[in-house]
Structure formats: C-alpha cells, structure tokens
C-alpha cells in the first residue's frame, strides 16, 4: 500500500497448534526517501480480528484512520514483531526491528519507547527497505528460546541473527498474522511475498507397514538386511556423525550432545557452513584463473578495451557463477536426499 493513512491485514483461520516452531516470511517493503511509514508487524495473538464488512457500493465508507498499532489494535493479547520504518523524530533510527509481548493491558503509549530494553524483548538495526531481493525473516521458538534471523540479500540462503533471547512460554493455540499501515508523513507499499509455518522436532509419525510385515512380526519374524544394505546403513550413519561432528567443533559442544541432530540441524549445516565454504572457495578458484582480457586484444591498453571485450568477459564470469550455482544446488539435493534416506534406513533396522 503506497497511500497515506491506510493500512491493511491478513490473518490465518486456524490457530498454531506446535508447541515449537518455526516461521518463514519473506516480503518487500519499499518508498521513496530514506525512512517510511509506518512499517509492517508479524502477529501471534490469541484471537484473530473479524473480517471487515462488506463494503456498499451504494453508501462506500472510507477506510477509518489507523489509531491503534500497525493496523491492528493495539491492545493486543500475544507476541508482535514489528518492521518499523518510520522516523518521526528524525534521528535516522531506522529500519528497527523489535518485539513486545502484551497480555492486552498495554496500549500504543506504552510502546512509544520502543527502542529500550525495557519495552522490547529483542531488536536489532537491518535495512530491509527497498532491497533487491524479498526480505526474508525466520523466528524460531524451541527449547524456550526465541531467535529472529534476517536475510536481507540471499533470498533466505544467508542469515544473520538479529536477537535471541529466553522465553520461557509463548501464546498457544494462538493466530498468525501480518499487517501494515502508513502514516500522512510518508508512505511505504508493504508486499507479502510468503509465508510457512513449520514445526519443530514433531511427534514420531505412525509407522506404515510394508506388505505382510505386521504379519510377520505378530509370528515373531524379524527383518535381516543384506550384506549389500548393511554397508549402506554404515556409510550413511558415518556421514551423519561427520557432519555432527563439524557441527559441535563449531558451537564448541560435545560431539556427542550432536550425535541425533534432526533433519532441521543437517540441512543448517550443510546451507550455512559447509555449502557456503566450498562456493566462496569455488568463486575465488574460478574468478583467478579467468584473465583479463582475451588473447586476442592483449596488446590493447585495459582502459580501452571495447564493448565486445567487456561483454566476453563478462559473459565468461555469468557462465562460471552459473556452473557454481548449479554445483551448490546438486551438492543441496544430496544433502537433502541423504537426510531422507537416513531416517528410513533407520526405521528399518528399528525393526
């Protein structure tokens, strides 16, 4: 939205039934000038709002002045992350990103000072206005602790933590939510690109059987791997702890406390550590051994090279990032299908 004073929302119509979680939003947030208006809020609260009512077209009613917070009243009973964009004051503070909890007694005044640690729960400075790519954010609640990171680059490849800070509950059963608002100061569009809920260390799922196998083990039959498959079983488990192993030398833990790492902790690995490693190594290898300029124009001073010369080259560098790029991916599908097959290796040797 791009016009003063108005504002908007979109609520989920099921409550979030994980005790821990993780969400994804990826979204854009862009204007003119160095600061917006106002900005743009991810909701946990206990009861979503009532659908507006359908407008008459015979008697159309304007959309009623944002009063409360962002859009959305401020009195609100749950968890608000907020992308502020507004710089009333003129001081440059911002982009800010910070949350509050409310337990409904609190209202917009209460907020005001929003950049002290008396009033948030955790904030931090990131420039997500006007980015080239969607801003992506992940807020992860897990072993009672509530951690914010911010892609503003990579199209959630790269992130960087904004906050991580104890919390000891969170709402539950609660909605979720995002809107936006601007104000008559200035005016930013607030676009929703996505967003994904996931949930952390589920429940083990419910075994499907195989064909006669419920059979077979009510007579007390057993399943017996093959040579062939038990090495495969090796190979896979030695992989497993290697990549925990890597993974406790760099948090400075036990490499045993890594020993049974979810899928959510292998993938971790492989995007933010070992992927990214090979592919800036990779990048640099390439970009070296590219020359400046072709064989045939190396008699031609660099500062007059033509615009086919420059076009060649970087047609030669596009093809590399190209190569590089298909090589991280192939090498994150193996990643991925290794992490499957690992898990189902192991619900086969259970029984």
């Given at each position: ?39 743009l ?21 304007p ?14 009973k ?10 009333a ?19 917009a ?7 002290s ?11 997500f ?19 914010l ?26 909605f ?35 064909p ?23 190979k896979?488990?030695q ?7 890597a ?7 036990d ?45 031609i ?10 076009y ?13 790029k ?26």
């Amino acid at each position: 939205m791009s016009i003063p004073d108005k504002h908007g929302s979109i609520w989920s119509s099921l409550s979030n039934p994980y005790k821990e979680w993780q969400v994804v939003l990826s979204f854009f947030v862009y204007g003119r000038g160095s600061s917006g208006s106002d900005g743009l809020v991810f909701w946990l609260v206990d009861a979503a709002p009532s659908p507006p009512a359908t407008p008459d077209p015979n008697n159309p009613q304007p959309n009623p002045p944002v009063t409360s917070f962002y859009g959305h009243n401020s009195n609100f009973k749950g968890f608000a992350l907020v992308f502020d964009s507004s710089d009333a004051s003129r001081q440059r503070t911002n982009p800010f990103i910070y949350a509050i909890l409310n337990d409904g007694t609190k209202h917009a005044a209460d907020f005001a000072n929003y950049m002290s640690p008396q009033v948030h729960v955790g904030a931090c400075f990131r420039e997500f206005r006007n980015t080239a790519v969607p801003v992506h954010a992940r807020l992860t609640y897990m072993n009672k602790t509530l951690s914010l990171d911010i892609d503003i680059r990579e199209e959630g490849e790269e992130y960087t933590n904004c906050f991580s800070t104890e919390m000891p509950s969170m709402p539950e059963n609660a909605f979720f939510g995002v809107s936006a608002s601007t104000d008559s100061n200035g005016f930013d569009d607030h676009d929703v690109v996505s967003m994904e809920v996931f949930e952390i260390n589920p429940p083990p799922r419910q075994k499907i059987f195989r064909p006669n196998e419920e059979a077979d083990i009510a007579k007390g039959k057993k399943f017996k791997m093959n040579e062939d498959l038990k090495k495969e079983v090796e190979k896979a488990e030695q992989r497993v702890r290697k990549v925990a192993k890597a993974e406790a030398s760099k948090t400075g833990k036990d490499a045993s406390t890594k020993a049974a790492m979810d899928l959510m902790s292998i993938k971790r690995v492989a995007d933010d550590q070992t992927r990214i490693i090979e592919m800036l190594n990779s990048v640099q290898q390439k970009l070296s051994s590219v020359p400046a300029s072709s064989g045939d124009n190396k008699h031609i001073p660099s500062n007059v090279l033509t615009e086919d010369h420059q076009y060649q080259f970087e047609s030669r560098i596009s093809a590399k990032f190209d190569a590089i790029k298909a090589e991280v991916d192939s090498n994150r599908n193996e990643v991925r299908v290794l992490s499957k097959y690992v898990v189902e290796l192991k619900e086969l040797v259970s029984y």
